[in-house]
């Protein structure tokens, strides 16, 4: 499920309320049902199939006169019902459950806010309770791993629920330590209640470069901002403060298919977690990175790596990624996946270039994980 960025990415979307037990993670699917009153059922479809697509959403019609929502590992089903939309959400586990209802509230609120505000899940909802995928991280240091790419190091006493896919965590960044900070909690309709004012959070969603379930330590890699958001609070952080964790969440790594691959530096530790995934992939992978880099994302022998120099814009990157994956593919043995990751405008552009060429949406992956 991918929506709207990392400075790190935005979980698009998007219970239980205490901990999540690990061993739950990935053992659905798990399902829910919603009803969301609306006057008008038929105009509301075509303008949540209008945002799904602009949200670069898979979504389909499905009989008799409904909508159907899927990703990989969920999938929300939309049919006409008297009164208004029947809502049946499905995913592999709670953090993406948590997502999808945070997700279809989100959607809902764009047509009716009280439509959004009444809804109500089967699966229930403890209001005021933390969202299951909450966590706490306990910071321990940081050191550079690329020019203007910082590793960040936190303790996680169950580091093994995000050692595999998916890759992605929302971190949730206190304005102190984090041992007084004012966490997200439930609402009563699947949404979260977030804080505001002084306590409000800095939230962006992140790639988890490295997971060690033996030693209780996560590492995430950052772009260097200065004094902003994750960048800033790691530059006051003393041993022992905390922030917030939400996920993890967000597709696996692309697989199935020669990968057509593109990202800028901020997107630069998701890339590695792709080429990590499997040794024998093929393809070819463009970055807008330093020479290091080459080193960093290691990409397997079946994979050209290609790289441009860190100051190239978004949409230069764009069209340097679309001409050398243009050209590459020919010699696919089969269909490509596609993956763009960067600035915004480029990655607007990658989208448009896709839509000409009627490449299936759900062949490709792009995502803008900053703007300008």
């Not at 389909?60 to 006169?65: C, F, G, K, N």
């Not at 049919?79 to 049946?88: D, E, F, K, Q």
């Not at 050191?143 to 629920?161: K, M, S, T």
């Not at 089969?334 to 949406?361: Q, S």
């Amino acid at each position: 499920m991918t929506a709207p960025q990392n400075t790190g990415r935005l979980d698009a979307g998007p219970i239980d309320t205490g901990p999540l037990d690990a061993g739950r993670l990935g053992a659905g699917p798990l399902a829910a049902g919603a009803h969301a009153g609306l006057a008008d059922p038929q105009d509301a479809l075509r303008r949540l199939e209008a945002l799904a697509l602009s949200w670069e959403l898979q979504a389909r019609p499905l009989a008799p006169s409904g909508l159907a929502l899927a990703g990989e590992g969920w999938s929300v089903d939309i049919h006409p019902a008297p009164g208004g939309l029947s809502l049946a959400a499905e995913a592999g586990d709670e953090a993406i459950l948590r997502g999808l209802k945070e997700m279809t509230e989100a959607m809902l609120a764009g047509l009716s806010p009280e439509a959004a505000e009444r809804l109500r899940w089967s699966d229930g909802a403890r209001p005021g309770a933390p969202a299951a995928d909450f966590r706490e991280w306990t910071w321990i240091g940081r050191r550079n791993v690329l020019p203007g790419l910082d590793r960040l190091v936190f303790a996680c006493p169950d580091a093994a629920r995000y050692a595999a896919a998916p890759m992605h965590v929302r971190l949730l960044v206190p304005p102190c330590d984090g041992a007084a900070a004012e966490w997200p909690r439930q609402k009563a309709n699947g949404g979260i209640a977030w804080p505001s004012g002084e306590a409000a959070l800095a939230t962006r969603v992140y790639t988890v470069r490295r997971a060690d379930p033996v030693r209780g330590e996560i590492e995430v890699d950052a772009v260097v901002h200065g004094d902003d958001l994750l960048a800033g609070w790691a530059a006051r952080a003393r041993p022992g403060w905390r922030l917030g964790v939400l996920g993890p969440s967000g597709a696996p790594p692309p697989a199935d298919g020669p990968l057509l691959a593109a990202a800028d530096l901020s997107a630069l530790p998701a890339l590695a977690r792709i080429l990590a995934a499997d040794p024998a992939r093929e393809g070819l992978a463009l970055a807008a990175a330093p020479p290091e880099a080459a080193r960093y994302l290691a990409p397997p022998l079946g994979v050209t790596l290609r790289l441009a120099p860190p100051e190239t814009g978004a949409e230069a990157l764009a069209d340097l990624f679309l001409e050398a994956a243009e050209t590459a593919l020919p010699a696919c043995s089969a269909p490509a996946r596609w993956w763009f990751a960067a600035e915004a405008a480029g990655v607007r552009r990658v989208r448009a270039r896709l839509d000409a060429l009627n490449v299936d949406r759900a062949r490709r992956d792009c995502v803008a994980y900053w703007r300008a």
